[in-house]
């Protein structure tokens, strides 16, 4: 297949006809954006995970694709700051706008053959436990009043907007209501 773009054409895959289908098969490989540093935060939800465990810094990483998820070579990570008062969606919104950026860096260093691929292991630290980042779960959005403040608010950051954390208000003797939260205060004065 050929592709036409403004520096010229690019041979960048063949076609082939499969039981009434077109399958591109990509000579180059195939690669991904992922919302992690990898290896750290492997799965369906590292934006929502890594708040929700109080990290402070989280990146995007490019990565040709291997069999299994999330463990292919590392073509380009970036590193994304995490504020005290970022959510889930801002986060996500920061790192939107940067991760298009990586994703054309990718493909034009893939393009000039100008990349060094680097095994995930060699992003691990001696003794650093390697963060995953599986599907959230209806009982990973139900606060836990037992827990200390610090963790509630990152449970409620890292939930915002969606899936939204939440809690079951008890009203009288046999009333109980789901109440969604998205955002905890830290100031006790602050009134929403």
Request: charged share 25%.
């Amino acid at each position: 297949m050929k592709l036409n773009h403004s520096r010229g054409s690019s041979n960048c895959g063949r076609l082939s006809h499969d039981a009434g289908s077109i399958v591109v098969h990509a000579t180059l490989g195939t690669f991904n954006l992922h919302g992690s540093l990898l290896p750290q935060y492997r799965g369906a939800a590292p934006i929502n995970r890594a708040i929700m465990n109080g990290e402070t810094k989280t990146g995007l990483t490019t990565f040709f694709l291997k069999h299994e998820i999330d463990t292919g070579l590392i073509i380009y990570r970036k590193e994304v700051p995490i504020g005290p008062e970022d959510t889930a969606g801002d986060l996500h919104d920061r790192m939107m706008e940067e991760g298009a950026l990586l994703v054309l860096d990718t493909v034009r260093a893939i393009e000039s053959n100008a990349i060094h691929l680097h095994p995930q292991e060699e992003y691990i630290q001696q003794g650093e436990e390697v963060k995953s980042a599986p599907k959230i779960f209806k009982e990973d959005c139900k606060l836990d009043f037992t827990k200390d403040i610090h963790h509630l608010n990152n449970q409620v950051r890292g939930l915002s907007p969606f899936p939204g954390a939440f809690l079951i208000w008890r009203w009288k003797m046999d009333l109980f209501y789901p109440l969604k939260c998205f955002a905890l205060s830290r100031n006790r004065r602050e009134r929403y």
